[in-house]
């Protein structure tokens, strides 16, 4: 399996406009002590859930969980409308989701900022153009939009079109 960093991009809480956390903001990690997080389960993204894990257990607690096991995020919403429960979804869903409803409202995490990576994947046998050209056209999406930043375009393997199929080279992440 070969893959490539699309986008970095940090957490975000959203909640109930009136939680009690729905004033502050951005809201520091140890005041997640005691509140349940709905987050989509360790299955479908270990590299979330960890993150969120970890930031929880360098400020001394172990979060409460709540794990959607068939996970739409219609249904993330439509709890935390109506419970005391915290969403930690990526920041452009969370801003996204309050902008559309009145009843939440979307906060920043204070240090340690937690960040979600988005890749593409693809079987490392395949080698065709088609793939070459996709890779290339996410490649300049990313970069157009800064997506990648602060981590720079060297995120990106620079794709070479000739010998019939694309061929990696330069700097990226596992290299």
């Known amino acids: ?26 809201v520091p990690v140890a005041s997640l002590t005691g509140q349940t997080l709905l987050m989509f389960p360790r299955e479908l993204a270990p590299g979330y859930y960890d993150r969120v894990l970890a930031a929880c257990e360098q400020h001394g607690f172990q979060p409460e969980i709540r794990a959607f096991t068939d996970p739409p995020p219609q249904a993330m919403v439509a709890r935390l409308q109506t419970t005391r429960e915290v969403g930690i979804p990526p920041a452009s869903f ?17 240090e340690p900022e937690m960040v979600v990576e988005w890749s593409i994947l693809w079987p490392a046998r395949i080698r065709s153009e088609a793939t070459a050209r996709f890779l290339e056209s ?20 620079h794709l070479d079109h000739s010998q019939g199929g694309a061929r990696e080279h330069g700097a990226g992440p596992g290299r």
């Open 1 to 26: 399996m070969r893959s490539r960093l699309l986008r970095a991009e940090p957490l975000a809480l959203v909640l109930g406009k009136h939680h009690h956390l729905a004033d502050a903001d951005p």
């Open 94 to 110: 969370a801003y996204h989701t309050a902008a559309a409803d009145p009843d939440l409202v979307a906060r920043k995490i204070a």
């Open 138 to 157: 996410a490649r300049r999406c990313a970069e157009e939009k800064g997506w990648l930043h602060p981590f720079g375009p060297d995120h990106w393997t």
